[in-house]
């Protein structure tokens, strides 16, 4: 079965800090990678996806991530964060399960950015 | 305006009653999926359809049903058998099985 492990549930910066926030999954066969965000009061949004080719994946608003198979990672990153980027942010990964891709999310990391 | 239209925003069910969450899309998708979101748990996904007539439980399918008879509708019934109902319910459907998810805005189920 596929997991997802997100490293913080809690991360707190200041405007202009740089942003990593930390994803593994666990999955043995091909995958598909992805970044959601919720704002407060919102619906999930897709932030970035990677489903092949180039490991470092641009996103919305400046995010971007990168996928290291060796390390079964697929960390975000921002070099910059604003106040408006507070929000949920929900790694997840699609593998193969059954016949079917079924949809496997972290359990997200709340970022909170002070002005 | 395309999207995934769930309803209602806000439920409450006295408990030991069955209750039925919408969910319907206009994006032509194939697949869609319910999951549960609960504080410190991330996303639980309960079922996924990836045609019409057909449906698979997710890791937390207990206490729950759905139907698929028609392309753009996926209701979620949360039956009286499932043991702690209160929750963040989100629909999210995707062209196919293998594609990104798009959500809907939610539905939020009190059971008192």
Same mark, same amino acid.
């Given at each position: 079965a596929q997991s997802v492990s997100q490293h913080n549930h809690h991360v707190i910066l200041s405007e202009a800090a740089s942003l990593e926030l930390g994803c593994n999954y666990s999955y043995g066969g091909t995958v598909n990678l992805f970044w959601y965000v919720q704002y407060p009061g919102q619906h999930l949004q897709l932030l970035l996806k990677y489903f092949?080719?180039?490991?470092l994946v641009k996103g919305i608003k400046g995010f971007e991530a990168e996928f290291i198979k060796s390390k079964f990672s697929f960390n975000l990153r921002k070099p910059s964060v604003q106040w408006s980027d507070t929000a949920e942010y929900f790694c997840a990964v699609k593998g193969r399960a059954s016949g079917y891709s079924t949809l496997t999310f972290g359990k997200g990391t709340m970022l909170l950015v002070s002005p | 305006d395309g999207g995934i239209t769930q309803s209602p925003k806000y439920l409450f069910r006295k408990e030991g009653q069955n209750v039925t969450l919408s969910c319907e899309q206009?994006?032509?998708?194939?697949a869609m999926y319910w999951y549960r979101q609960d504080p410190g748990q991330g996303l639980r996904l309960i079922y996924y359809s990836q045609i019409v007539n057909d449906f698979q439980k997710g890791d937390i399918a207990e206490g729950y049903s759905v139907s698929?008879? #028609? #392309?753009e509708s996926f209701p979620l019934t949360v039956t009286?058998?499932? #043991?702690?109902?209160t929750a963040f319910y989100l629909c999210a459907s995707s062209i196919t099985e293998n594609t990104e998810a798009f959500f809907g805005q939610g539905t939020r189920l009190t059971v008192v």
């Open positions: 092949s080719g180039d490991p | 206009n994006l032509n998708h194939d698929r008879e #028609k #392309k009286s058998a499932q #043991k702690n109902p």
